[in-house]
């Protein structure tokens, strides 16, 4: 699973621009200039970024199907079922629908995360409809061959193990696992080892039934493309599907802690590692981005307070780190840390100290511009790629 830690919002003070694309009838969402959103009759949601003179292209399906919405005898089958979505399908073989990305010099990869699953390829710009292809005949048609699923469990036992090594993976587990009572979050993505062992092909057929629907699909394309070209092709390719009977779980509200908890995770490693996390907000929430630069300011970077006080000036850890993690529903604020065991008492104590001093204290106006640009600048950067775009 890949985590996008901060996020930067741009509100973009634009009448709506409505228009109905020349080649089909789908009514298109001018957002932005060049940005249209559309949604299929079906319910499928098409949002396309016109980006000339980029020569690529990405194309990118997500699902609304993340581990949080697994049944507890489905854990982990969100990501296996992503690990075996290019092994092949009817009219393409094991191996034929990477290498047909591959071969137009392009490249093909998927990740899971609690809330999405999301198949992505980027490659030339005229072949998108190529990978656009692909992509929905993967996610429609897969095969799952019991013996290519027999394999692939294997593959995902084997990381999962390797998690279990990573200290940092560990904690963070246990650290979610204790943060959440109710809410899904605490389970891992990756799932459990007896249930991953037990999956069947008619295990993920049924999951699948369930979950990807076009209510759930989400196309996403941006580049050296024309909207009305990617909504046409979508709706040719997708447009058929049937709305689901199936309605979205209802996730369980996690109640409001009233204590904190204190919990200590023994192993044999070499250096010892401290997380430290606080209740915060979702994704949608006002605070989501205020969260994000005060994240910057206490522990992104050698100049943020917790590194130059934790480790320059004190001594009491090896590397120190800040993020908030602000899903669909409310999140953690969490911070890191490599130390000795030694200084474990004293670190915390220094770390919630530099945690209060933002209540109590202003931030200088330098320092707060400061993590205002370095935020802007990550956002903007991540715009120089098509992916960082889409």
Known sequence: MRRIPARF??????????????????????????????????????????????????VQLWVRAGSIYEEPQEAGITHVIEHMIFKGTPSRGPGQLAGAIESAGGRVNAYTSYEYTVYHATLPAGEWA???????????????????LEREKKVVLEELGMRNDRPNVKLFEQ???????????????????????????????????????????TVVVVGEVAAAEVVAEVDKAMGGLAR???????????????????????????????????????????????????????????????????????????????????????????????????????????????????KYHPVDEQELVRAKRNLESDFVFSLEQVEGMA
């Open 130 to 148: 190529m990978a656009l292809d692909v992509l929905t005949d993967a996610v429609l048609h897969s095969s799952f061959d019991p013996q290519e």
């Open 175 to 217: 650290l979610m696992a204790r943060a959440y009572a109710q809410h899904p979050y605490r389970l891992p993505v990756i799932g459990r080892a007896e249930t991953i062992s037990a999956f069947s092909r008619e295990d993920i057929l049924s999951y699948m039934d369930k979950h990807y629907h076009p209510e759930n699909f």
């Open 244 to 358: 689901s009977q199936h309605l979205r779980p209802e996730l369980p509200r996690e109640p409001t802690r009233q204590n904190p908890e204190l919990f200590t995770v023994e192993g044999d490693i070499f250096q010892p590692h401290m997380m430290l996390a606080l209740p915060i907000s979702s994704f949608d929430n006002p605070d989501a981005p205020v969260l994000d630069i005060i994240a910057h300011i206490l522990g992104q970077g050698e100049s943020s307070r917790l590194y130059r006080s934790l480790r320059d000036r004190r001594g009491l850890v090896f590397n120190v780190h800040a993020s908030a993690f602000t899903p669909q529903d409310p999140g953690l604020f969490e911070i890191s840390a490599v130390l000795d065991a030694a200084n474990m008492v004293p670190a915390l104590e220094a770390a919630l100290e530099e945690i209060f001093t933002l």
């Open 9 to 58: 919002f741009f509100l973009f003070l634009l009448p709506l621009l409505v228009s109905i694309m020349q080649s089909t009838q789908v009514r298109a969402v001018e957002l932005a200039p060049n940005l249209y959103k559309s949604t299929l009759d079906n319910g499928l949601t098409v949002l396309v970024k016109e980006a000339p003179d980029t020569n690529v292209a990405t």
